[in-house]
């Protein structure tokens, strides 16, 4: 089963709405990562939320993380078209191996200017 | 401070070839890892490395795959008898040497093409 599995897969809204980006998994973590990739580009972070943490902001952006669902959510306010890109979730699952990053196969999200 | 940089950052090779990535880390990050993205997929871990050492290399083909991470210089994949299959974005990905919980720090892929 994988692990770090976004919902919805393709997102497509227009500019000034609200995005919302689910993630779920399976095992305990130690925390969970959000990335960002343009079209064929490299990953970049975005923020970070630790598994004794509940909601964290950055920005225009607001992590949630529930364990007790194993699910988090990336809510980004206000989009704007260089918002457009995919966005993965990433889980450093607890116990061994802990360092790998097992991500998801992301969400595409599209703003319309 | 230079991010994680990687090249080339595209490479085209015919079957049969050999493919080598390199990776330098952000200064100060002694950890390396690699992860291979397939189309319209994510990330999958493949080897983690720190100097001199391969820690885990559970996600790893285990043939014609090998990566290293020498006391001097940057990292590398290598990749034997490149088969079609091989076409993907290689990217590697650095981090302090702290812990347990820390970011991984991204460089912007190598994308092979093997024709």
């Known amino acids: 089963s994988q692990q770090g599995e976004e919902d919805p897969q393709a997102l497509s809204i227009q500019e000034g709405e609200n995005a919302t980006m689910n993630c779920s998994y399976k095992t305990s973590i130690n925390n969970l990562q959000w990335y960002r990739q343009n079209s064929g580009r490299g990953l970049v972070h975005l923020i970070l939320?630790?598994?004794?943490?509940r909601e964290k902001h950055s920005g225009r952006l607001r992590v949630t993380l529930d364990t007790s669902k194993k699910s988090s959510s990336l809510l980004i306010t206000a989009s704007r078209a260089a918002d457009t890109a995919s966005y993965f979730c990433?889980?450093?699952?607890?116990?061994?191996?802990?360092?790998?990053?097992?991500f998801g196969k992301g969400t595409k999200l599209s703003v319309i200017p | 401070n230079a991010g994680v940089m990687q090249n080339p950052r595209h490479l085209v090779r015919r079957r049969g070839q050999e493919a080598r990535l390199r990776c330098s880390p952000m200064?100060?990050?002694?950890?390396v890892y690699w992860y291979r993205q397939l189309p319209e997929e994510g990330l999958k871990f493949m080897v983690y490395?720190?100097?001199?050492?391969?820690?885990?290399e559970s996600g790893m083909p285990k043939e014609r795959f090998s990566a290293e991470f020498p006391k001097e210089g940057p990292s590398i994949l290598r990749i034997q008898q490149v088969v079609r299959g091989d076409s993907a974005a290689y990217f590697c990905?650095?981090?302090?040497?702290?812990?347990?919980?820390?970011?991984?720090?991204f460089g912007p892929g190598t994308r092979l093409t093997v024709t």
């Open positions: 990433a889980t450093e699952h607890s116990g061994a191996g802990s360092y790998q990053l097992t």
């Open positions: 490395l720190q100097k001199e050492n391969i820690i885990d």
């Open positions: 990905a650095s981090s302090p040497p702290s812990g347990p919980t820390y970011e991984q720090y």
């Open positions: 200064k100060g990050h002694s950890h």
């Open positions: 939320i630790r598994s004794n943490e």
